[in-house]
């Protein structure tokens, strides 16, 4: 399956961003959805994932609170709602996809996205 992430972008501290992963390729409603990010000289953290119908969500505790994953199994996409952005949710964001029950591991997922900036300024 193919994942193309857009909607990153800049930011002030408490504001809104959604990003957005869109999938082609393959059966979107197969795979476990998880969303990523990495900030500069840092490793890749989890940030949520989401099961194959959507009912079932995971968050970092993080962004817990703060942040909403979802997911359109009709228009093979699925959505990050960040709101109350802070500072240190800088980082490029990755969308994946896995054949998985779920997990917070990045080697579980098989599928990634390019990623997509996100930017919080103070």
């Known amino acids: 399956v193919q994942l193309q992430a857009s909607g990153g972008g800049l930011v002030q501290a408490g504001g809104s961003l959604r990003v957005s992963c869109a999938a082609s390729?393959?059966?979107?409603?197969?795979?476990?959805m998880g969303w990523f990010r990495q900030a500069p000289g840092k490793e890749r953290e989890f940030v949520a994932t989401i099961n194959r119908s959507g009912r079932s969500t995971v968050y970092a505790d993080s962004v817990k609170g703060r942040f909403t994953l979802s997911r359109d199994n009709g228009e093979n996409t699925a959505y990050l709602q960040m709101n109350s952005l802070k500072p240190e949710d800088t980082a490029v964001y990755y969308c994946a996809a896995g054949s998985i029950v779920w997990s917070k591991e990045p080697a579980q997922y098989d599928y990634w996205g390019q990623g997509t900036l996100v930017t919080v300024s103070s």
């Open positions: 390729g393959r059966t979107f409603n197969n795979y476990v």
